[in-house]
T-cell receptor, first 113, second 114 residues
Framework: DGGITQSPKYLFRKEGQNVTLSCEQN?????MYWYRQDPGQGLRLIYY???????QKGDIAEGYSVSREKKESFPLTVTSAQKNPTAFYLC????????????FGPGTRLTVT | EDKVVQSPLSLVVHEGDTVTLNCSYE??????LLWYKQEKKAPTFLFML????IEKKSGRLSSILDKKELSSILNITATQTGDSAIYLC??????????????FGKGTHLIIQP
Protein backbone atom coordinates (compact mmCIF):
# COMPACT_ATOMS: atom_id res chain seq x y z
CA ASP A 1 0.00 0.00 0.00
CA GLY A 2 1.34 3.42 -0.95
CA GLY A 3 1.13 6.12 1.61
CA ILE A 4 2.70 8.24 4.30
CA THR A 5 3.50 6.98 7.77
CA GLN A 6 4.22 9.09 10.81
CA SER A 7 5.43 7.85 14.12
CA PRO A 8 4.72 7.88 16.91
CA LYS A 9 1.00 8.69 16.99
CA TYR A 10 1.32 10.31 20.45
CA LEU A 11 4.47 11.74 21.97
CA PHE A 12 5.05 13.20 25.41
CA ARG A 13 8.14 15.17 26.35
CA LYS A 14 9.40 17.35 29.14
CA GLU A 15 10.06 21.01 28.48
CA GLY A 16 13.65 21.64 27.40
CA GLN A 17 14.07 18.38 25.50
CA ASN A 18 14.48 18.10 21.75
CA VAL A 19 12.22 15.58 20.05
CA THR A 20 12.24 14.14 16.53
CA LEU A 21 9.08 13.21 14.61
CA SER A 22 9.34 10.65 11.87
CA CYS A 23 7.77 10.87 8.40
CA GLU A 24 8.21 8.26 5.66
CA GLN A 25 6.51 8.02 2.27
CA ASN A 26 6.55 5.36 -0.45
CA UNK A 27 4.64 7.37 -3.04
CA UNK A 28 7.84 8.28 -4.90
CA UNK A 29 7.07 11.97 -4.33
CA UNK A 30 9.87 14.49 -4.57
CA UNK A 31 8.27 17.11 -2.34
CA MET A 32 7.58 16.71 1.38
CA TYR A 33 6.13 19.12 3.93
CA TRP A 34 5.60 19.59 7.64
CA TYR A 35 2.57 21.41 9.01
CA ARG A 36 1.49 22.26 12.48
CA GLN A 37 -2.17 22.35 13.50
CA ASP A 38 -3.50 24.08 16.60
CA PRO A 39 -7.18 24.26 17.59
CA GLY A 40 -8.94 26.90 15.51
CA GLN A 41 -5.79 27.70 13.53
CA GLY A 42 -5.92 25.50 10.47
CA LEU A 43 -2.60 24.13 9.17
CA ARG A 44 0.56 26.23 9.14
CA LEU A 45 3.64 25.36 7.09
CA ILE A 46 6.83 24.71 9.06
CA TYR A 47 9.33 23.41 6.48
CA TYR A 48 9.22 21.90 3.03
CA UNK A 49 11.60 20.11 0.72
CA UNK A 50 11.40 19.72 -3.04
CA UNK A 51 14.46 17.52 -3.45
CA UNK A 52 16.91 15.47 -1.41
CA UNK A 53 19.46 17.50 0.57
CA UNK A 54 17.51 20.73 0.13
CA UNK A 55 14.72 22.30 2.18
CA GLN A 56 13.15 25.71 2.80
CA LYS A 57 11.57 27.43 5.76
CA GLY A 58 7.83 27.84 5.83
CA ASP A 59 5.80 30.40 7.74
CA ILE A 60 6.65 29.20 11.26
CA ALA A 61 10.12 27.57 11.08
CA GLU A 62 11.53 29.09 14.28
CA GLY A 63 12.34 26.41 16.85
CA TYR A 64 12.23 23.57 14.32
CA SER A 65 14.80 21.80 12.16
CA VAL A 66 14.60 19.21 9.38
CA SER A 67 16.79 17.02 7.22
CA ARG A 68 16.21 15.34 3.85
CA GLU A 69 18.91 12.73 3.36
CA LYS A 70 16.62 10.30 1.56
CA LYS A 71 13.74 10.87 -0.83
CA GLU A 72 11.43 8.76 1.33
CA SER A 73 12.16 10.41 4.67
CA PHE A 74 11.72 13.91 6.10
CA PRO A 75 12.14 13.95 9.90
CA LEU A 76 11.23 17.02 11.93
CA THR A 77 13.03 17.98 15.14
CA VAL A 78 11.18 20.15 17.61
CA THR A 79 13.89 21.91 19.57
CA SER A 80 13.80 23.40 23.04
CA ALA A 81 13.75 26.82 21.37
CA GLN A 82 10.18 26.28 20.18
CA LYS A 83 8.09 28.22 22.68
CA ASN A 84 4.77 26.42 22.23
CA PRO A 85 5.58 22.94 20.90
CA THR A 86 2.37 21.21 22.01
CA ALA A 87 0.39 20.67 18.81
CA PHE A 88 -0.72 18.19 16.15
CA TYR A 89 1.99 17.73 13.50
CA LEU A 90 1.13 16.61 9.99
CA CYS A 91 3.53 15.47 7.30
CA UNK A 92 2.56 15.58 3.62
CA UNK A 93 4.05 14.80 0.23
CA UNK A 94 3.35 15.64 -3.39
CA UNK A 95 4.81 15.76 -6.85
CA UNK A 96 6.77 18.91 -7.60
CA UNK A 97 5.19 20.08 -10.85
CA UNK A 98 1.90 21.79 -10.00
CA UNK A 99 -0.95 22.09 -9.71
CA UNK A 100 -0.81 19.25 -7.27
CA UNK A 101 -2.62 17.77 -4.31
CA UNK A 102 -0.80 16.95 -1.12
CA UNK A 103 -1.22 13.58 0.56
CA PHE A 104 -1.16 13.64 4.34
CA GLY A 105 0.09 11.22 6.96
CA PRO A 106 -1.97 10.35 10.06
CA GLY A 107 -0.19 12.93 12.22
CA THR A 108 1.70 12.97 15.52
CA ARG A 109 0.19 14.63 18.56
CA LEU A 110 3.02 16.11 20.63
CA THR A 111 2.47 17.16 24.23
CA VAL A 112 5.22 18.99 26.07
CA THR A 113 4.86 19.61 29.81
CA GLU B 1 -3.57 39.33 7.59
CA ASP B 2 -4.93 35.92 6.60
CA LYS B 3 -4.54 35.01 2.95
CA VAL B 4 -7.26 32.35 3.06
CA VAL B 5 -10.46 33.00 4.99
CA GLN B 6 -13.17 30.44 5.56
CA SER B 7 -16.70 31.02 6.77
CA PRO B 8 -18.49 30.10 8.82
CA LEU B 9 -15.95 28.76 11.33
CA SER B 10 -18.55 26.39 12.70
CA LEU B 11 -21.94 25.20 11.56
CA VAL B 12 -24.54 22.88 13.07
CA VAL B 13 -27.33 21.52 10.85
CA HIS B 14 -29.73 18.61 10.81
CA GLU B 15 -29.34 15.49 8.74
CA GLY B 16 -30.78 16.01 5.28
CA ASP B 17 -30.05 19.73 5.15
CA THR B 18 -27.92 21.30 2.43
CA VAL B 19 -24.88 23.32 3.50
CA THR B 20 -22.62 25.79 1.73
CA LEU B 21 -19.13 26.47 2.99
CA ASN B 22 -17.20 29.53 1.85
CA CYS B 23 -13.56 30.22 1.16
CA SER B 24 -12.03 33.50 -0.01
CA TYR B 25 -8.39 34.06 -0.81
CA GLU B 26 -5.93 36.80 -1.53
CA UNK B 27 -2.68 35.59 -3.07
CA UNK B 28 -0.33 37.05 -5.64
CA UNK B 29 -0.08 34.26 -8.22
CA UNK B 30 -2.98 31.88 -7.81
CA UNK B 31 -2.48 28.36 -9.17
CA UNK B 32 -5.10 26.20 -7.47
CA LEU B 33 -7.58 25.94 -4.61
CA LEU B 34 -8.05 22.67 -2.76
CA TRP B 35 -10.71 21.37 -0.39
CA TYR B 36 -9.92 18.76 2.25
CA LYS B 37 -12.06 16.92 4.81
CA GLN B 38 -10.51 16.24 8.22
CA GLU B 39 -12.01 13.81 10.71
CA LYS B 40 -9.70 13.91 13.76
CA LYS B 41 -6.59 12.88 11.85
CA ALA B 42 -5.17 13.22 8.36
CA PRO B 43 -6.97 15.58 5.96
CA THR B 44 -8.35 13.72 2.97
CA PHE B 45 -8.47 15.34 -0.44
CA LEU B 46 -11.85 16.33 -1.89
CA PHE B 47 -11.36 18.66 -4.84
CA MET B 48 -8.82 20.76 -6.69
CA LEU B 49 -10.02 23.79 -8.63
CA UNK B 50 -7.88 25.68 -11.11
CA UNK B 51 -8.35 28.25 -13.84
CA UNK B 52 -9.03 25.38 -16.24
CA UNK B 53 -11.31 23.46 -13.91
CA ILE B 54 -13.61 25.72 -11.94
CA GLU B 55 -16.35 23.21 -11.12
CA LYS B 56 -16.05 19.78 -9.56
CA LYS B 57 -18.67 17.31 -8.34
CA SER B 58 -18.54 14.00 -6.55
CA GLY B 59 -21.76 12.48 -5.31
CA ARG B 60 -23.41 14.86 -2.86
CA LEU B 61 -20.41 17.20 -2.78
CA SER B 62 -19.68 19.91 -5.30
CA SER B 63 -17.42 22.91 -5.47
CA ILE B 64 -17.14 26.01 -7.62
CA LEU B 65 -14.30 28.49 -8.06
CA ASP B 66 -15.16 32.13 -8.72
CA LYS B 67 -11.98 33.64 -10.18
CA LYS B 68 -13.46 37.11 -10.32
CA GLU B 69 -14.51 37.15 -6.68
CA LEU B 70 -11.40 35.19 -5.56
CA SER B 71 -13.55 32.70 -3.72
CA SER B 72 -14.89 29.19 -3.70
CA ILE B 73 -17.85 27.38 -2.23
CA LEU B 74 -18.24 23.78 -1.16
CA ASN B 75 -21.79 22.44 -1.25
CA ILE B 76 -22.99 19.33 0.50
CA THR B 77 -26.53 18.20 -0.24
CA ALA B 78 -28.65 15.72 1.77
CA THR B 79 -26.13 15.82 4.61
CA GLN B 80 -25.43 12.71 6.69
CA THR B 81 -23.87 12.34 10.14
CA GLY B 82 -20.76 11.00 8.43
CA ASP B 83 -20.26 14.43 6.86
CA SER B 84 -19.42 15.83 10.29
CA ALA B 85 -15.81 17.01 10.05
CA ILE B 86 -13.57 20.02 9.66
CA TYR B 87 -13.50 21.20 6.05
CA LEU B 88 -10.26 22.87 5.07
CA CYS B 89 -9.68 25.19 2.15
CA UNK B 90 -6.12 25.68 0.88
CA UNK B 91 -4.54 27.74 -1.86
CA UNK B 92 -1.43 27.04 -3.89
CA UNK B 93 0.56 29.94 -5.32
CA UNK B 94 2.61 29.72 -8.47
CA UNK B 95 6.06 30.79 -7.41
CA UNK B 96 7.75 29.41 -10.51
CA UNK B 97 9.87 27.18 -8.32
CA UNK B 98 7.66 24.14 -8.01
CA UNK B 99 5.94 22.86 -4.88
CA UNK B 100 6.10 25.51 -2.17
CA UNK B 101 3.42 24.31 0.19
CA UNK B 102 -0.20 25.26 0.66
CA UNK B 103 -1.74 28.13 2.60
CA PHE B 104 -4.70 26.91 4.61
CA GLY B 105 -7.70 28.65 6.06
CA LYS B 106 -8.75 28.00 9.64
CA GLY B 107 -11.37 25.49 8.55
CA THR B 108 -15.13 25.13 8.98
CA HIS B 109 -16.21 22.75 11.72
CA LEU B 110 -19.41 21.13 10.42
CA ILE B 111 -21.64 19.14 12.76
CA ILE B 112 -24.57 17.16 11.38
CA GLN B 113 -27.19 16.33 13.99
CA PRO B 114 -29.35 13.24 13.46
Amino acid sequence: DGGITQSPKYLFRKEGQNVTLSCEQNLNHDAMYWYRQDPGQGLRLIYYSQIVNDFQKGDIAEGYSVSREKKESFPLTVTSAQKNPTAFYLCASSIVAGPYEQYFGPGTRLTVT
Amino acid sequence: EDKVVQSPLSLVVHEGDTVTLNCSYEVTNFRSLLWYKQEKKAPTFLFMLTSSGIEKKSGRLSSILDKKELSSILNITATQTGDSAIYLCAVEENSGGGADGLTFGKGTHLIIQP
